[in-house]
């Protein structure tokens, strides 16, 4: 999206904002859910040796083929 198409779909009062407000802005994630999901070990042990976060990455895999068979 283009500046000019974001100003022209701004209201109003965002008009007078400092160039600056932005700069420190934090995109938030949506929330996650907590669930019991069974995996087969191998594919557990995969990502766990790939360090910290690894239930982020399985999740970043589930969203890309989610993703993926949405254009299907």
């Known amino acids: 999206m283009s500046d000019a198409e974001v100003d022209s779909a701004s209201p109003p009062e965002l008009e007078d904002l400092p160039p600056d407000f932005w700069n420190d802005a934090v995109v938030v994630p949506p929330p996650k859910r907590a669930i019991s999901l069974r995996v087969d070990q191998d594919v557990l ?28």
Not at 60 to 70: D, K
């Open 45 to 72: 042990d995969w990502f766990r040796a790939r360090g910290p976060r690894y239930q982020s990455r399985m999740n970043a895999v589930l969203r890309a083929y989610m993703s993926r068979m949405q254009d299907t």
